[in-house]
């Protein structure tokens, strides 16, 4: 039987494949409240600043983020989260601790597997 969500030009493939990558996840979490772009950036180690920037405009495209211009004597940008993206705080949380809870097990997975297929 033929599921249509399975198929290759499901929409949701690509919105998955847009929230489920690892920068768009941390910074959906940074995002508990509003911050500055360089924040964003000084929290999440590793991240460039082109790949932030990417990364946050994807957000804001999908409707998970949203994004003012500050005005004034420090002109900046912040980032917040919109009620949609706010709503993936609780299954991210619940990925999140679910890694965190069983880091070590996938870990001597892993090394289990890398010593059985050394060459």
Not at 11 to 39: C, G, T, Y
Not at 42 to 52: C, D, E, N
Request: hydrophobic share 35%.
């Amino acid at each position: 039987m033929y599921d249509p969500i399975y198929s290759a030009d499901c929409p949701s493939r690509v919105i998955l494949d847009q929230i489920a990558d690892k920068w768009s996840m941390m910074v959906l979490s940074v995002l508990h409240q509003p911050r500055r772009f360089n924040e964003i950036k000084r929290r999440l180690s590793g991240v460039t600043q082109r790949v932030l920037t990417q990364t946050l405009r994807k957000l804001e495209r999908n409707g998970m983020v949203s994004r003012r211009v500050l005005t004034g004597p420090t002109l900046g940008v912040e980032y917040a989260l919109t009620p949609l993206g706010q709503s993936l705080q609780g299954p991210f949380s619940v990925l999140f601790d679910w890694t965190v809870q069983n880091i070590e097990v996938i870990h001597e997975c892993q090394n289990s597997y890398d010593s059985r297929n050394r060459e």
